[in-house]
């Protein structure tokens, strides 16, 4: 059974850097073709993808975001790891972690976590 | 900037066919941007119905289907219910590891 589950603050000042945790279960990230992706949801707005790790290492960012993210594994503790630096208020959002699959297919969830960004 | 689209909002008679779209603001959509679609009701998390063009996602009903349309990507709901009424996301792939959403539409079903 696969399971994903996002920890991290759910609040943060301006300019302070979030880091963002998710932790799964049900695969290996050192399998051949698994890739976790963040993705965030401001509320009521759109949702947005943020980046990408890969099972080899790779990494991946949002174009208008890249000079802000960091993605990193931790393949013994089944963890992916995700810092966005100078946070803001438009920052505030439901950030969710996401399992992909062969075909690129997003198939697993996390339940997300709200961050608000205020001083 | 690449831009992904989709019309915002949509309506839909129950038991009626509804088809939502996901474009490009250049180009055209094909199967080289696996084309996914997700569903989302408020306060939860998205849920997967299609990936890689038309490719239903595990347990979902085939009234859902997926294909490219023109130089789209397209989201067929037939027989619509009510419990269909919600938010649909598609995302694209650009190349180079990078994903993008599209807006959203959302669909009411009445």
């Known amino acids: 059974q696969v399971t994903l589950k996002e920890s991290g603050p759910a609040l943060v000042k301006p300019t302070q850097t979030l880091t963002l945790t998710c932790t799964f279960s049900?695969?290996?990230?050192?399998?051949?073709?698994?890739?976790v992706s963040w993705i965030r949801q401001p509320p009521g707005k759109a949702l947005e993808w943020l980046a990408r790790?890969?099972?080899?290492?790779?990494?991946f960012y949002s174009t208008s975001l890249k000079t802000r993210l960091t993605i990193s594994k931790d393949t013994s503790k089944n963890q992916v790891v995700l810092t966005m630096t100078n946070m803001d208020p438009v920052d505030t959002a439901t950030y969710y972690c996401t399992r992909i699959s062969t075909s690129l297919n997003f198939d697993y969830w996390g339940l997300g976590t709200l961050v608000t960004v205020s001083s | 900037q690449t831009v992904v689209t989709q019309e915002p909002s949509f309506s839909v008679s129950p038991g009626g066919t509804v088809t939502l779209t996901c474009g490009l603001n250049s180009g055209s959509v094909s199967t080289s941007s696996y084309p996914s679609w997700y569903q989302q009701t408020p306060g939860q998390a998205p849920r997967t119905l299609i990936y890689s063009t038309n490719t239903r996602s595990s347990g979902v009903p085939d009234r859902f289907s997926g294909s490219i349309l023109g130089n789209k990507a397209a989201l067929t709901i037939t027989g619509a219910q009510a419990d269909d009424e919600s938010d649909y996301y598609c995302?694209?792939?650009?190349?180079?590891?990078?994903?993008?959403f599209g807006g959203g539409t959302r669909l009411t079903v009445l």
């Open positions: 995302l694209l792939y650009m190349g180079s590891g990078i994903s993008v």
């Open positions: 790790i890969d099972w080899d290492d790779d990494k």
């Open positions: 049900g695969f290996s990230l050192s399998t051949s073709g698994m890739r």
